[in-house]
């Protein structure tokens, strides 16, 4: 019977390509360089790894180019806007800052008191700002030592998103705290996640008039921030299979056509356009969760890991069966373009 358990799944049924050399541990996030197609992963094994993607047609092969330790796991990553830098933070909780381009040493910037878990790279502010579970938020000007403000947060932060001028940042307690940049040292708005449970990821519209909310509850919410859209915002399911519900662990809206991926604990990520409300692509599950996701500047390459996420704790491990991959699949533009929905209904 062992034949059939999810450990003998299809490792790739979406036939994407695998990163070569990928963490020894569970991938925490993902991003790609806004100017060239590097990506970096940050990892439950204390690293940070830069890998170049290299893409020929559909022809896609990855080098790994270079790492750098924390001390502890880390959590989350970003890149400057100039594709010349990338920051990190975790769970030593130290914000760090490695100019990979200049293959300098990675120096701390920042410090919480608790684990970072979040930060983001402002450039119309030329801040780096920065979510922990200590409750706070803070933004860094990186030619001082100490953060240019101290945010309160209601709660631990566990989801940030930034498309200047608006910042939302979820924390514990389902809050979602809205952020307008250009008053950053003021809430604009608190509301309350239109989620019944916790908020895991979050995305903010491209054209900034919303955001997307996902939770471990196979749930996404589309949100208007402006009141005169509110019968624009609905709720819809995902990443469930019969009774079994999973959670959403990555929000990523398409660079060039606005439509948007999720990706869950179920092992699967999908393609959906909020505006016709439709889901574009259904791709198949991976045996194991996609804790984390991104697209590469242009839109060509989506980029997911694939590994435990630990939501079963440390009895449902099993290390010689939870290998963690990082896949690259390209999408087609059938996959990600947005499409006005078909008519229904008789004439």
Same mark, same amino acid.
């Given at each position: 019977?062992?034949?059939?358990?999810?450990?003998? @799944?299809?490792?790739?049924?979406?036939? !994407?390509?695998?990163?070569?050399?990928?963490?020894?541990? !569970?991938?925490?996030?993902?991003?790609?360089?806004?100017?060239?197609?590097?990506?970096?992963?940050?990892?439950?094994?204390?690293?940070?790894?830069?890998?170049?993607?290299?893409?020929?047609?559909?022809?896609?092969?990855?080098?790994?180019?270079?790492?750098?330790?924390?001390?502890?796991?880390?959590?989350?990553?970003?890149?400057?806007?100039?594709?010349?830098?990338?920051?990190?933070?975790?769970?030593?909780?130290?914000?760090?800052?490695?100019?990979?381009?200049?293959?300098?040493?990675?120096?701390?910037?920042?410090?919480?008191?608790?684990?970072?878990?979040?930060?983001?790279?402002?450039?119309?502010?030329?801040?780096?700002?920065?979510?922990?579970?200590?409750?706070?938020?803070?933004?860094?000007?990186?030619?001082?030592?100490?953060?240019?403000?101290?945010?309160?947060?209601?709660? =631990?932060?566990?989801?940030?998103?930034?498309?200047?001028?608006?910042?939302?940042? @979820?924390?514990?307690?389902?809050?979602?705290?809205?952020?307008?940049?250009?008053?950053?040292?003021?809430?604009?708005?608190?509301?309350?996640?239109?989620?019944?449970?916790?908020?895991?990821?979050?995305?903010?519209?491209?054209?900034?008039?919303?955001?997307?909310?996902?939770?471990?509850?196979?749930?996404?919410?589309?949100?208007?921030?402006?009141?005169?859209?509110?019968?624009?915002?609905?709720?819809?399911?995902?990443?469930?299979? @019969?009774?079994?519900?999973?959670?959403?662990?990555?929000?990523?809206?398409?660079?060039?056509?606005?439509?948007?991926?999720?990706?869950? !604990?179920?092992?699967?990520?999908?393609?959906?356009?909020?505006?016709?409300?439709? =889901?574009?692509?259904?791709?198949?599950?991976?045996?194991?969760?996609?804790?984390?996701?991104?697209?590469?500047?242009?839109?060509?390459?989506?980029?997911?890991?694939?590994?435990?996420?630990?939501?079963? @704790?440390?009895?449902?491990?099993?290390?010689?069966?939870?290998?963690?991959?990082?896949?690259?699949?390209?999408?087609?533009?059938?996959?990600?373009?947005?499409?006005? =929905?078909?008519?229904?209904?008789?004439?």
């Amino acid at each position: 019977m062992a034949t059939f358990g999810p450990a003998s @799944g299809n490792l790739n049924p979406n036939r !994407s390509t695998e990163v070569a050399q990928p963490p020894s541990d !569970s991938v925490s996030s993902l991003c790609f360089s806004p100017k060239a197609n590097f990506l970096v992963a940050t990892s439950w094994d204390n690293q940070v790894r830069c890998w170049e993607v290299m893409k020929s047609g559909t022809n896609v092969n990855t080098v790994p180019k270079a790492a750098m330790s924390h001390d502890h796991p880390v959590l989350c990553s970003t890149w400057k806007d100039d594709g010349t830098t990338v920051f990190s933070g975790g769970c030593d909780k130290q914000v760090k800052m490695w100019p990979l381009l200049s293959g300098g040493p990675p120096v701390t910037v920042g410090m919480h008191d608790a684990p970072v878990k979040e930060l983001a790279w402002i450039p119309e502010m030329n801040l780096l700002v920065t979510g922990s579970w200590d409750k706070t938020l803070k933004y860094w000007d990186l030619r001082q030592q100490n953060p240019t403000w101290v945010q309160q947060l209601p709660e =631990r932060c566990y989801a940030l998103t930034v498309k200047h001028p608006l910042m939302v940042v @979820g924390t514990a307690d389902r809050n979602l705290v809205v952020f307008n940049l250009q008053n950053p040292q003021a809430e604009f708005k608190r509301v309350q996640s239109p989620l019944k449970y916790q908020t895991r990821c979050l995305a903010a519209f491209p054209d900034q008039q919303g955001f997307l909310v996902g939770s471990i509850e196979g749930r996404v919410g589309v949100h208007h921030l402006d009141e005169s859209q509110s019968s624009k915002n609905f709720t819809f399911k995902c990443h469930r299979d @019969g009774n079994d519900i999973y959670s959403v662990n990555s929000l990523n809206f398409h660079p060039v056509h606005h439509t948007f991926a999720t990706a869950g !604990s179920d092992g699967a990520f999908n393609f959906w356009d909020k505006d016709s409300k439709q =889901r574009l692509k259904a791709m198949s599950r991976c045996n194991q969760p996609i804790p984390c996701s991104t697209f590469n500047n242009d839109g060509s390459i989506y980029a997911y890991s694939v590994c435990y996420d630990w939501s079963k @704790g440390a009895e449902n491990h099993n290390p010689s069966t939870a290998k963690t991959y990082i896949y690259l699949h390209l999408p087609q533009e059938g996959e990600v373009k947005g499409k006005p =929905r078909a008519a229904t209904g008789r004439k």
